[in-house]
């Protein structure tokens, strides 16, 4: 039969919007794995040796049980795959790195298809337009070292080697951000399968709103397969600085992170800074990355608010490069982490605020975080539950991250952050009920230490005891309505569903 052989050659040429990749050729078959298995996608049962792990969480916190798993080599095979769920009313979930907080790449909840990206993870750097082609499967260690080993370029992007291309589509953080960006700034341009299992291709001057949807809140709308990043070319004088302040009072913390918010209200956009609490109480880590700059620059721009601080227990400051600073951040002797295959765990609970540059902490909200560090945090150090909080600077200055212009041209919602939390806990196995709420019990009274009622939080440290409506709220804020409206035109049957998904416009 000649049919099945010409099809690739008639997707070429219908328009490159909507290539109907995989046609309904057959009659409805008895069940959805018969469907995938009449358009050839691998899969993987649950009676297969190999389901335990492929569906184990990165978070053992958290344990879904997919109805199926599915591993493409190609693009035709995850469009099968989302018609066959269609047709079925199976919810699909892509699985990229598999790192998301809430295990939403296994879904969030039982009964999902699981697309397994890990096949598809080249990464592609274009000289002739400067973009890099990254699918879907990549992990942000292997994009920064083959992008640097292609042409010395660079994205800003997070700090962990493992972590997938939900990142992106989601915000994605890194050191450098406040210089180029959150990594979602810089999509020019994405492919993606959609909730009819179409591949349509999504850039400002077409599709533009599915873009806009997709740089923000992608798990909800698609399956993006290969991204388009701006790159930049990477500086090689980065000045690493890291002071830690141990032994210090509550009242000495406190006036020492209202002289570092001050700092960080007019900071430039080449500095990364950020403060840490290692479990240690009210100890910090004052630390960061002064971008293209010498070290003199950095001692004449942190000079004067090193004198306002408290004598440092320990301070270190040099210069590397590029990948000797990611390398410093992600804590390994190389950014490099397998292809296929990655098979490493932990068990925590994490959570997120972000604070406004409009309305900066207060002195009281201050204090009242340190206490609770000071109090119920030293409780959980002795008692066994290790923590750290990591507070990085989003905005200030000319941050590049808090341009409102930015709220057009991606569903991201948090243009106006000065300060994001994260508050996170290692469980050590095995992990009983008791642990698993006293961390919860933990973490929730650190976050309301220091939120006030006008606080939002980050969807890339989704936390899954929040409840559907208000993480639409904490998450997305004033963008959600736009965001649900788009649900509806691309997603309105919720093909792409998870417990804080966007949901449709009545």
Not at 245 to 256: K, M
Not at 441 to 469: C, H, M, Q, W
Request: charged content about 15%; some cysteine; glycine content about 8%.
């Amino acid at each position: 039969m000649l049919l099945p052989l010409l099809l690739p050659l008639l997707s070429l040429l219908l328009p490159v919007d909507a290539v109907p990749v995989v046609p309904n050729l057959h009659t409805r078959q008895q069940t959805f794995t018969d469907c995938l298995a009449a358009a050839g996608v691998p899969i993987v049962l649950q009676s297969d040796s190999s389901f335990a792990q492929l569906s184990s969480a990165y978070n053992l916190r958290l344990a879904y049980t997919p109805r199926t798993i599915t591993i493409p080599t190609t693009v035709l095979q995850i469009s099968a795959t989302v018609k066959c769920a269609k047709q079925y009313g199976v919810r699909v979930s892509a699985r990229g790195g598999g790192h998301s907080y809430s295990a939403q790449g296994l879904g969030g909840a039982d009964g999902h298809v699981v697309v397994d990206l890990q096949n598809l993870h080249s990464v592609k750097y274009n000289p002739a337009s400067t973009l890099a082609e990254v699918e879907g499967g990549a992990r942000l260690g292997n994009i920064a070292q083959q992008l640097y080993d292609q042409g010395k370029r660079g994205i800003p992007h997070g700090t962990c080697p493992a972590v997938g291309m939900g990142h992106p589509s989601l915000g994605g953080f890194g050191i450098s951000s406040r210089f180029w960006g959150l990594m979602v700034d810089n999509i020019e341009k994405v492919e993606v399968i959609t909730a009819d299992g179409a591949l349509r291709t999504a850039k400002p001057s077409w599709n533009g709103d599915l873009l806009w949807a997709l740089k923000g809140a992608g798990p909800s709308f698609g399956i993006i397969t290969k991204f388009y990043f701006k790159t930049y070319s990477v500086p090689e004088t980065i000045v690493n600085y890291s002071y830690r302040f141990s032994g210090i009072t509550v009242d000495q913390a406190v006036a020492a992170f209202l002289d570092i918010q001050e700092f960080a209200k007019s900071a430039p956009r080449a500095l990364g800074l950020g403060v840490s609490l290692w479990g240690n109480g009210v100890s910090f880590e004052l630390s960061g990355a002064y971008y293209d700059k010498t070290e003199q620059d950095f001692t004449d721009l942190f000079k004067p608010l090193l004198d306002k601080l408290p004598i440092p227990t320990t301070s270190e400051v040099n210069v590397k490069g590029w990948i000797g600073t990611l390398i410093r951040y992600a804590g390994a002797q190389t950014l490099s982490v397998p292809e296929t295959g990655y098979d490493e765990h932990t068990t925590f609970f994490a959570k997120s605020l972000v604070t406004s540059q409009a309305s900066p902490l207060l002195a009281s909200s201050i204090r009242t975080f340190f206490d609770y560090a000071n109090t119920q945090g030293v409780t959980a150090s002795q008692s066994g539950l290790p923590w750290f909080v990591i507070i990085n600077l989003y905005g200030g200055g000319d941050s590049a991250i808090t341009n409102p212009d930015l709220l057009l041209q991606s569903s991201y919602g948090h243009r106006d952050t000065l300060w994001n939390f994260q508050f996170y806990t290692t469980i050590t196995p095995p992990l009983t009920p008791q642990a698993n709420s006293s961390s919860i019990t933990f973490l929730d009274g650190f976050d309301k230490s220091v939120r006030r009622a006008e606080d939002g939080a980050y969807v890339n440290y989704a936390d899954p005891t929040i409840s559907r409506a208000d993480s639409h709220t904490l998450y997305y804020g004033q963008q959600y309505e736009r965001l649900a409206d788009m649900k509806k035109k691309w997603d309105n049957d919720q093909v792409f569903w998870y417990p804080q998904s966007i949901d449709p416009a009545a």
